[in-house]
């Protein structure tokens, strides 16, 4: 716009040159542009329609002023014009004065209050063991819910997925007993926090089944929010067993930096680096399992925890028993 004034000025349509040099201060920042104030300056009361400056006569007057050349001294624009990338990027880098970081949660974040624009970068740190359990879900709703991420925007980590294994939990009592009757006590949807990297004290971990994809989220800026959900797994079994439970564990990519990852370390994949969060534990109503054969399971999450439950031989998900609560003896 501030280059088409200058050339609707040379022929003499002051008007229209007016026009467009306030389409330049509407788009400038804080509507202001020293050129194009300038250049009003110099065109306010003249007419909309006045004589084309001649290309000779500019000339003259130029050399009379000692400009050396009948042309305006090139604006900032055109000067702009004629740098490399990697000048304009040096530019850029050198007049940038400060990175501002906010370090909050994400439903005390409003657009010009505490942000004073829409940010280019989104670190989501409340991740915990179980992965939903301090409401990563809900945080990146929300932010997607109030408009707060652009769809340029990088949001790290940019995704997640959730893998689990339906194992053998044997209490470990020290003494040659059968303790089978005893893993109907053990069941209770409530997580519990494992290492399979560590000794299990008074307890042994059997995995039955091959590691499997439950879940797998997206949380860049331009995907839908995440829903509750609940899909039909099943697993191939590479044991011979009772499943009584399933671990669980998450891994999440962040870009050229690589991928995070709370497995045990025989799953972990190559190149990841490992959290030492530990990894989850539910504990499921005991079911035997035979080597190459199949385990259906049902998995759910509400947005802040994920559920497994077993699976009825016609496909509903089966009945959940009372947990035993209290103190057996």
């Keep these: 716009h501030y280059r088409a004034a200058q050339a609707l000025q040379a022929l003499g349509r002051n008007g229209e040159a007016r026009n467009s040099l306030a389409e330049v201060l509407s788009r ?23 004589p084309a400056v001649p290309r000779s006569a500019g000339a003259a007057a130029g050399k009379a002023s000692g400009c050396g050349g009948g042309h305006r ?61 301090d409401g990563l879900i809900r945080s990146v709703n929300n932010l997607k819910a ?10 790290l980590p940019a995704a997640a997925r959730v893998w689990m294994m339906a194992v053998q939990v044997l209490p470990d009592t020290g003494v040659p007993i059968d303790s089978t009757p005893v893993e109907r006590l053990l069941w209770a949807p409530t997580l519990r926090k494992v290492d399979l990297d560590s000794p299990h004290f008074r307890r042994t971990i059997r995995p039955l089944t091959a590691p499997t994809v439950a879940f797998a989220f997206d ?3 331009g995907s839908p929010p995440i829903k509750p959900e609940r899909v039909a797994l099943d697993l191939p079994v590479v044991e011979d067993g009772r499943a009584n439970g399933v671990v669980f564990w998450f891994e999440m990519p962040l870009g050229a930096a690589g991928l995070i990852s709370n497995a045990p370390m025989a799953a972990m994949p190559a190149g990841a680096r490992h959290l030492s969060l530990g990894q989850a534990l ?8 035979s080597a190459g054969a199949q385990l259906p399971l049902h998995a759910s999450h509400n947005r802040t925890r994920i559920l497994f439950s077993m699976v009825e031989p016609d496909g509903r998900p089966a009945p959940l028993a009372h947990p035993r609560r209290g103190l057996v003896l």
């Design 282 to 289: 539910q504990y499921l109503q005991p079911v035997p399992v």
């Design 219 to 221: 949380f860049r800026a």
């Design 146 to 155: 109030e408009e707060l991420l652009r769809p340029q925007a990088t949001v």
């Design 28 to 50: 400038s920042r804080a509507n202001k542009n020293a050129d194009a104030e300038r250049m009003l300056a110099e065109l306010e009361g003249l007419p909309a329609r006045g």
């Design 73 to 133: 001294p090139p604006a900032r624009e055109d000067r702009a014009q004629r740098l490399t990338v990697q000048e304009v990027n040096a530019a850029l880098e050198s007049r940038c004065s400060k990175v501002r970081a906010i370090h909050k949660p994400v439903d005390q974040l409003r657009l010009h209050h505490e942000l004073a624009h829409k940010p280019d970068l989104v670190v989501l740190t409340n991740f915990d063991w179980t992965l939903l359990g």
